[in-house]
């Protein structure tokens, strides 16, 4: 038999080069409605830079090092954020999946605290905690904490009590049958969380920094202001979506991996 | 006696006012039988199963595996369930291999057992398939495998082909007497085709409607192997119609009790 030449729409290679291009030309689109409005209104760079400006204060920042000081020190507090906030919440969550008792004692407080606007808080975590660096980590895992705890008992909540049921006649133990049947089980809800905390704790961070802190992208914010350096807080404010953006695509990526066996035909 | 019930009784619910699922449940199975227990849906035959697999616990009399009386899940009783109960993220190996990783075997010997397992229920080169990727009577293969893997001394099946066409089911009946013959196991199982526990048991024991009491217990003495030349025997035929003689007709009364 002969290979068919297959229609260029479904080649893998022709649809991902078509892909880029088409982001490639959005973002362009992009950039040239932007500088086009900064042309037709003549606005000077402190009221909106035109991309060049920012271009060209990205790499006087990138160059100074000061960019990547404070980067750096935002992602150390939305990385710690992510981690105390995930395992708490995963702790939680847990505990109140299993417990009926706990979960008539605490829910009520959590669907309270839901309402309750977590970032309120931060000004009197400067009272309590002298640290910038773990306060802002608080801050970022309180802002996710609620989020990601809510798909957390969904998760533990969805496993099926039929395959409960077939790993208590194999006689697992609790531990097995955590580690075995309900993460995996609740893994794609987890994940899925995981994404929404991921770009909470980045607003996390930034407030926390808002509030009182002398390093941080957040920070380089307020100070640019100060300093009407407008072109300055374009490249803080895209650093943060970019590092937002990283950390969704790594999560997206960890996903792909970990539910690969979905895609299996 | 490998299994012995005395007087078991189950009833769900508040105490006060319970529903009687099972009552004064008394019967024996030897090594090496196979026995299929029929009756009317509701009539408490999965509950039974459970009581003897340890995942419920009777609420009165007892249920004794040797001399040993139940208190819990047991290695020494594996249990299939209606629905194949795989998990969805492990490949056929690694589902089948479960029993052995929770006793924490090591991998090489866990997929030994379970590659033999495998075999015997004819999924040879489907090891690495995930369990969306198989019909559903490959799935339910791949369940009896799991089950086997524990090397059981008493298999429970609860409806295990139920979900499936019938030619499938046939097949399948074949295979399991195949296993039960190869494997020397004991099988309880669950069914509600009174020609298939003909066809397949040493006895077939009937559930009465709700609450369930024994209502028969009645000897199959057809020789084996069984083929399908026996669905047109005279024997086979008289036997079919004397277990449905003692099963209760379904009444609108009986089913609809049974919503909740
Ligand atoms: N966990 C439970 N809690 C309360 N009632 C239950 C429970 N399990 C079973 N029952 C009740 O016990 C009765 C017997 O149920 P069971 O599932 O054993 O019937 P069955 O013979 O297997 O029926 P089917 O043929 O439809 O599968 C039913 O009325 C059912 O509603
Ligand atoms: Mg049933």
Known sequence: ????????????????????????????????????????????????????????RFLAAAADGSLARHASITLVEVLGGLVLGVSVATLLGYLLAKSPLLDQLVSPYIVALQAFPVVALAPLLVIWIEDSLIRTMIVAALVLFFPVLVNIIAGLRSVEPELVAMM??????????????????????????????????????????????????????????????????????????????????????????LLAWKRAV | MLLTLEHVSKSFGDPADPLHALQDISFQMRRGEFVCLVGPSGSGKSTLLRLIAGLLRPSSGQIL?????????????GIVFQASNLMPWRTVLDNVALPLELRGESKARRYEIARAQIALVALNGFEHHYPHQLSGGMQ?????????????????????????????REYLNQELLRIHRAENVTILMVTHAIHEAVWLADRVLVLSQRPGVLKADIPIPLPRPRTEALFTDSRYLTLVKQVRAHIDRPTVAGLSSKMP
């Open chain 1, 1 to 56: 038999m002969t290979n068919l030449p297959r229609s260029l729409s479904q080649n893998p290679r022709v649809l991902r080069l078509a892909r880029i291009l088409l982001g490639a030309s959005s973002l362009a689109l992009f950039l040239l409605l932007w500088e086009g409005l900064v042309r037709w209104q003549d606005y000077p760079p402190y009221i909106l830079p035109g991309p060049g400006d920012v271009w060209a």
């Open chain 1, 168 to 257: 208590r006649s194999l006689q697992a133990t609790r531990w097995q049958m955590f580690i075995k049947l309900e993460a995996p089980f609740a893994l794609p809800v987890l994940l899925a969380g995981l994404k929404i905390g991921a770009t909470l704790a980045v607003i996390g961070a930034v407030i926390g920094e808002f509030v009182g802190a002398d390093r941080g992208l957040g920070f380089l914010i307020n100070l640019a202001q100060g300093l009407l350096d407008t072109p300055l807080m374009f490249v803080a404010l895209f650093t943060l979506a970019a590092i937002a953006l990283g950390l969704y695509g790594l999560v997206s990526l960890l996903e792909r991996h």
């Open chain 2, 65 to 77: 595996l040797g001399d040993e009386p139940i208190r819990g899940p047991n290695p020494r009783v």
């Open chain 2, 140 to 168: 339910q293969r791949a369940a009896i495998a799991r089950t086997l893997v524990q090397n059981p001394e008493l298999m429970l099946l609860d409806e295990p082909f139920g979900a499936l066409d019938a030619l499938t």
